[in-house]
C-alpha cells in the first residue's frame, strides 16, 4: 500500500471493489490502476457491530462498534487487542481520544450536509468527506487538509472517517426501512 504522505494536497476517492463487496479501497481517481492508499474490509458480523479491519500504508487497524444510544467506536491496533483510541459520538460530533491523550473532533459540516471532517484541537480540518450518492455505489471523495498531523493520525482519521460515514449511512437505511 502506498503512504498517504503522498496524498496532502490531493483529492483521493473511497470506493467499493465490487456491487456487494464488503472491502472499499482508497484510491487516487487520476492515477488509473494503481495500488490504494488504504482498504476498509468488513467482517463477518450483525451488520451494526460488524467489526472492521483497515489497512494503509502508514499502519493497521480494528474498528469495533459498540453501543446504540451512545454510541462508542474502539480502535484497536493490528494485534486486534491493544487499544489505540476511543470515538465517543454525540448527537452532531464526536471525541476521537487517543490512548496517549491528543483528541481529534468529528463533525457534521451542517446539519443536512452529506460532508463530515475530522478537526484538531485547534478546529483545522485535518480530513474532509464529501459522500456522494452514485449508482450502483456512492462514493466519498476524502481531502487532507492539513499537513500538521502526522502520516499515521491522518491515515487512521481517513480510515475511520469512512468507516463513520458508511455507519451513518446504514444507521439512516435501517431507520428508513422500519
Known amino acids: 500500500m502506498r ?7 490531493r483529492e483521493l476517492i473511497w470506493k467499493p471493489r465490487g456491487l456487494l463487496s464488503r472491502t472499499c479501497d482508497l ?20 451488520v451494526m457491530q460488524a467489526p472492521a479491519e483497515a489497512q494503509s500504508g502508514d499502519g493497521n487497524w480494528y474498528f469495533l462498534h459498540r453501543g446504540f444510544f451512545h454510541q ?4 484497536l491496533a493490528a494485534d486486534g ?3 489505540v483510541a476511543t470515538l465517543k459520538r454525540y448527537w452532531r460530533r464526536g471525541v476521537l481520544r487517543f490512548e496517549d491523550g491528543r483528541e481529534f473532533v468529528w463533525r457534521r459540516q451542517a446539519f443536512w450536509s452529506p460532508s463530515w471532517r475530522f478537526e484538531d484541537t485547534n478546529g483545522t480540518a485535518v480530513v474532509r468527506f464529501q459522500w456522494r450518492f452514485a449508482l450502483p455505489r456512492s462514493r466519498t471523495r476524502v481531502e487532507f487538509e492539513s499537513a500538521a498531523a502526522p502520516p499515521t493520525d491522518r491515515a487512521l482519521l481517513a480510515c475511520l472517517g469512512w468507516y463513520m460515514v458508511l455507519m451513518s449511512r446504514r444507521r439512516h ?5 422500519s
Not at 462508542?72 to 480502535?75: G, L, P
Request: proline share 8%; glycine share 10%.
Open 3 to 9: 503512504s498517504l504522505q503522498e496524498a496532502v494536497g
Open 81 to 83: 487487542k491493544t487499544p
Open 72 to 75: 462508542n467506536v474502539r480502535v
Open 173 to 177: 437505511a435501517a431507520y428508513g426501512a
Open 27 to 46: 484510491v487516487d481517481p487520476e492515477a488509473g490502476a494503481a495500488e490504494p492508499y488504504a482498504t476498509l474490509v468488513w467482517r463477518a458480523g450483525f
